[in-house]
């Protein structure tokens, strides 16, 4: 199994970031994914998931109508977009399936500014 987050970046509050993820070694199309965030000193939580063919999205309430998750099968890829952003969305995102692999990846660094 490998993925491999990025996209991340610094940005002023308000702004917007476009995340992706590549996934390598197993069934990608198959498979319900998420979006999940670790900010400093905080537990990793559950941003947003999505059904296998794309039909069903799930977010946390914090994030809901300023984050879209999307996934292209064909690419073994699924992307979160983000808009409005705010200083408390920063955090470490990393992408894994739903539930989880015991395996993740680097992840990629958010920072909103205010």
């Known amino acids: 199994v490998q993925l491999v987050e990025s996209g991340g970046g610094l940005v002023q509050a308000g702004g917007s970031l476009r995340l992706s993820c590549a996934a390598s070694g197993y069934t990608f199309s198959n498979t319900p994914m998420g979006w999940y965030r670790q900010a400093p000193g905080k537990q990793r939580e559950l941003v947003a998931t999505?059904?296998?063919?794309?039909?069903?999205?799930n977010y946390r309430e914090a994030v809901k109508g300023r984050f879209t998750i999307s996934r292209d099968n064909a690419k073994n890829t699924i992307y979160l977009q983000m808009n409005s952003l705010k200083p408390e969305d920063t955090a470490v995102y990393y992408c894994n399936k739903v539930p989880v692999f015991d395996y993740w990846g680097q992840g990629t660094q958010v920072t909103v500014s205010s």
């Open positions: 999505i059904t296998p063919l794309g039909r069903t999205t």
